[in-house]
């Protein structure tokens, strides 16, 4: 009974400690959510981490505060990609991968060995290298999420790698279309290409839908599909994580392993919790668990969460160590996102 009565209080206590980050976090969140949708083409989520950039500029945030951001965005950041899964139909995906996989894996795998090979030469940082270049082959600032917390990349790293993929996104959705048209491509050839060259699903749909809807619906099917291409590249950056530190679980499994367990078996902390969440919601999607009606709530509630995640980690974020970083994982971006359009289209071609 004496052990009940000390530790009954500490739950509330942690919780208490995190309401005044996370607050903020979502007060930004809502506001640039708003923001997103006047402007569609920035989307909520990098207008969340740059208002969280602005406001750490000029006020930096308190000790108070550092609960309810490291929370916002770790936590909520997981929970976001859990929720990812329910747009996905596995059986749409296996359709559409019969077709659109070897431009998927191709242009993927000469992204992310740019990113190394390139990365080394202008002397960009291992951890911005990783998520630039999941960013720039995957999907973005989801993708980013996902890869942040199992190499425990700085909120530094992350803003920046966001930044740099939500201009080359706004970049391909002026020029693809124009591009498009000169090379004669089909709807269905056009999607393709948008949906494995172009990383925020926004962009994706405003690029696409210029074009014509079937592209549209084309891009976006092959868009999902490319998300999970997160799974592989996690559990392999996992491994590799636990290959280099031995003595130590990833980041996120070693926060939520049970107590007394010095971090879990082996499998929990190769797989974090939140890819095996993210499968699961998909295999109920696919199974017809999850109604259409709820599935639009589901995304939405997804894409606010995230930008609550990255709110936070733009609160977080240390304005000096970005300023250092100077112009060359900006170069990167632009030589990465050249390298995969150009790599969409040769293997279409192919």
Not at 219 to 239: D, F, G, H, N, S
Request: hydrophobic share 55%; proline share 6%.
């Amino acid at each position: 009974m004496s052990a009940l009565t000390v530790s009954v209080p500490v739950p509330p206590r942690r919780i208490a400690s995190r309401l005044p980050g996370l607050a903020l976090s979502a007060a930004i969140a809502v506001a640039a959510t708003i923001i997103g949708r006047v402007v569609p083409l920035v989307g909520g989520p990098v207008t969340g981490i740059v208002l969280g950039v602005l406001v750490t500029s000029v006020v930096r945030p308190g000790p108070a505060l550092r609960p309810g951001l490291a929370f916002a965005g770790k936590l909520v950041l997981q929970a976001a990609v859990v929720l990812l899964g329910f747009q996905l139909s596995l059986t749409e995906v296996l359709r559409v991968g019969v077709t659109s996989l070897p431009v998927m894996l191709g242009t993927l795998l000469v992204c992310l060995a740019g990113a190394r090979l390139i990365g080394k030469a202008l002397g960009v940082g291992g951890d911005v290298r990783t998520l630039i270049g999941v960013g720039t082959g995957i999907c973005g600032a989801s993708a980013i999420g996902a890869v942040t917390p199992v190499i425990g990349a700085v909120e530094a790293d992350v803003s920046y790698a966001v930044s740099t993929i939500f201009l080359f996104n706004v970049a391909a959705v002026l020029t693809f279309p124009l591009l498009g048209h000169l090379l004669g491509l089909s709807q269905q050839a056009f999607g393709l290409f948008a949906g494995t060259a172009v990383n925020d699903m926004s962009s994706v749909v405003a690029a696409s839908t210029t074009y014509g809807s079937v592209a549209a619906n084309h891009a976006v099917v092959v868009k999902l599909t490319r998300t999970l291409l997160i799974i592989p590249i996690c559990l392999t950056l996992a491994a590799r994580r636990r290959q280099a530190h031995p003595a130590s679980a990833t980041p996120d499994t070693a926060a939520t392993a049970p107590p007394g367990t010095a971090g879990g078996g082996r499998v929990t902390r190769l797989v974090p919790w939140f890819l095996i969440g993210f499968l699961v919601a998909a295999s109920a999607a696919t199974a017809g668990l999850v109604p259409v009606a709820a599935r639009g709530g589901l995304s939405q509630t997804s894409v606010f969460l995230i930008t609550v995640a990255l709110s936070a980690i733009g609160l977080s974020t240390d304005t000096r160590a970005l300023r250092r970083a100077g112009l060359r994982p900006l170069l990167l971006g632009a030589c990465l996102w050249l390298l995969v359009s150009a790599t969409s289209l040769a293997l279409q071609s192919l």
